[in-house]
């Protein structure tokens, strides 16, 4: 299984505006996303026109056998998977977004993120990841714009706590890791993007994909606009970490066997 791992630096100046914000993490917007999308092949100078179109909160699909997409979402976790064969081009495309206060202390501290992204990509296609931040709300309306604007810069007023992300193997686990400085008692937004795209003959394969962790300091207590409880960053599995654990199934199943012969 081929891994990569990307640390991003901690982001300077993040901490100014998540300090000038104010109110209650439960007043603020939570929603899930998702978009499947089937286009006509483009050319270098423009995009090809949409065939089908198909937007949801947790799941949509499109297509047929030959050209088809799907994606889903729930907060912390997103995926998506495309096929494309001939003058189709396939998207699938997510985005959770959630509302976090850290209460406990006082002053500012540092929370660790992690980001586990798993797949395949067979032929023409890639893999794209990203989060960012604010301390306005995001709004559907506005990252659906996004999506149609081609993947450009972060969403307007937004930091990149993970800039989007492309280079991802054609198989195995990526780890995205960073930090953000924080305001203790002070709400911000974080809006987390996954997406294939494939074309000519190529399918991405990233349906499992991408799992969220988060963690506070030792005195810090995480809030949510959703409620969510998040997966601990720890406890996302390390590439490493996932196939020691897979060998360790496979060990423990054949010992079993051998123990209680059928």
Known sequence: MQ???????????????????????ADLASFTLVRAQIEGAGTDDSDGDVVEQKFGTAFAEVGSADWYSKARSGFGNNGAYAIATGNREAFGESWWVDAFTVTGGQGQGELTLAIS?????????????????????YTEEELRGWLDSGIPAPPAGSLAVVPL??????????????????????????????????????VADFYGSAHFGITAPADGLIATSSGTQYLAAAAVPEPVSAALMALG????LLARRRADPM
């Open 3 to 25: 891994t990569q791992a990307k640390i991003i630096p901690l982001l300077a100046g993040l901490f100014f505006i998540l300090a000038s914000g104010s109110g209650n993490a």
């Open 117 to 137: 992204v798993s797949g395949t990509i067979t032929g023409a296609g890639r893999a794209n990841y990203g989060l960012f931040t604010r301390q306005q709300k």
């Open 165 to 202: 992300t492309w280079s991802f193997p054609a198989s195995g686990t990526t780890v995205l890791t960073a930090h953000i400085p924080f305001a203790y008692d002070q709400p911000f937004h974080l809006a987390s993007y996954f997406g294939v795209e494939t074309w000519g003959e190529g």
């Open 249 to 252: 199934l496979v060990a423990v």
